[in-house]
T-cell receptor
Framework: SQQGEEDPQALSIQEGENATMNCSYK?????LQWYRQNSGRGLVHLIL?????REKHSGRLRVTLDTSKKSSSLLITASRAADTASYFC???????????FGAGTRLTVKP | NAGVTQTPKFQVLKTGQSMTLQCAQD?????MSWYRQDPGMGLRLIHY???????DQGEVPNGYNVSRSTTEDFPLRLLSAAPSQTSVYFC??????????????FGEGSRLTVL
């Protein structure tokens, strides 16, 4: 399998806490993307980090990439109940047109 | 802009029936793709297209056909539905013919049940 694998599968936290999700992969990548999916909806792009980048921020989101360990993490700071969703990492395989998704991390933020 | 529009949202088929899931985008995107999402398995790529007249297979293409006659439309055809094709199907598009250079925009999904 050349897809990313998220960890943990499920995460439950209190509002205001930080949430950290991890993604590991096995192949060389050009970039890695994180997506969010609310229940019953389509996926929404959150952030893209390129292989030559180590960290990227977008609002309350912080993404890191360690290509030597073939892993990435998504940190959501000061979480809100509205952050409750599934989060997926997506990697690009060698042919550059084949984006592979993991099974996702299901985040529950309790008010 | 409507973005990526999928129809129908829900469909029930009997084994052996055929149908077409429609996908249309109004963003003039070159790249379009179809994924299926099954519990615990994430999204798996079925077929994709990098432009009108060009299609290619993804990870799980068997039992599905696609065509891309226009930039806007990318229908997915189930030739002879099987219970294993019960899933949620997502269409996605990107402004670049190389999916990795930009974000994917997803439709809201089509939920298919094959009895």
């Amino acid at each position: 399998s050349q897809q990313g694998e998220e960890d943990p599968q499920a995460l439950s936290i209190q509002e205001g806490e930080n949430a950290t999700m991890n993604c590991s992969y096995k192949t060389s990548i050009n970039n890695l993307q994180w997506y969010r999916q609310n229940s019953g909806r389509g996926l929404v792009h959150l952030i893209l980090i390129r292989s030559n980048e180590r960290e990227k921020h977008s609002g309350r989101l912080r993404v890191t990439l360690d290509t030597s360990k073939k892993s990435s993490s998504l940190l959501i700071t000061a979480s809100r109940a509205a952050d409750t969703a599934s989060y997926f990492c997506a990697i690009i395989t060698d042919n550059n047109n084949d984006m592979r998704f993991g099974a996702g991390t299901r985040l529950t933020v309790k008010p | 802009n409507a973005g990526v529009t999928q129809t129908p949202k829900f469909q029930v088929l009997k084994t052996g029936q055929s149908m077409t899931l429609q996908c249309a985008q109004d963003m003039n995107h070159e790249y379009m793709s179809w994924y299926r999402q099954d519990p615990g398995m994430g999204l798996r790529l079925i077929h994709y297209s990098v432009g009108a007249g060009i299609t290619d297979q993804g990870e799980v293409p068997n039992g599905y056909n696609v065509s891309r006659s226009t930039t806007e439309d990318f229908p997915l055809r189930l030739l002879s539905a099987a219970p294993s094709q019960t899933s949620v199907y997502f269409c996605a598009s990107s402004y670049s013919a190389q999916a990795n250079t930009g974000e994917l925009f997803f439709g809201e999904g089509s939920r298919l049940t094959v009895l």
